[in-house]
């Protein structure tokens, strides 16, 4: 059975675009790490359409979301608390960072993304469980 193409709207596609070209310099560093499947060979996109909303960074292989946080998330905890229940009840993993935390030790937090992404520091997989749909 062929898989369903799932289109994004035009205005998203729009928005989509503004997002990636108006990127922060911690967005464009981390970005420079992840694509290309310079991290244990997953496939990263940025600026991925999920539902409603728009998340930084998106890894389908391992139902990774990454979210880099900027001072502009500085009193949106409950806007971000909802984004990050509504993508785990669809069965995806939401780790956050600040821009400072990529800025101060970019290595650090690339290490760490491949830790959850289920990769150890010498390149092996980490066998992980996917969390299934709607945190079950």
Known sequence: ???????IPPQKSVRVRELRTDSTFPERLLWSRLR???LGGLKF???QVLGPYFVDFYCAEVRLVIELDRRSHDGRAAYDQQRTKFLEREGLRVIR?????????V???VEDIA????????????????PKKGGE
């Not at 960072?97 to 030790?105: E, G, K, R």
């Open 36 to 38: 290309g499947k310079r």
């Open 107 to 109: 290595d650090a937090v």
């Open 45 to 47: 996109r940025r600026q």
């Open 1 to 7: 059975m062929r898989e369903k193409c799932h289109r």
């Open 115 to 130: 830790r959850n992404a289920g990769w150890s520091e010498d390149g092996e997989t980490i066998p992980q469980p996917l």
């Open 97 to 105: 960072y600040s821009n400072d935390d990529v800025l101060q030790d």
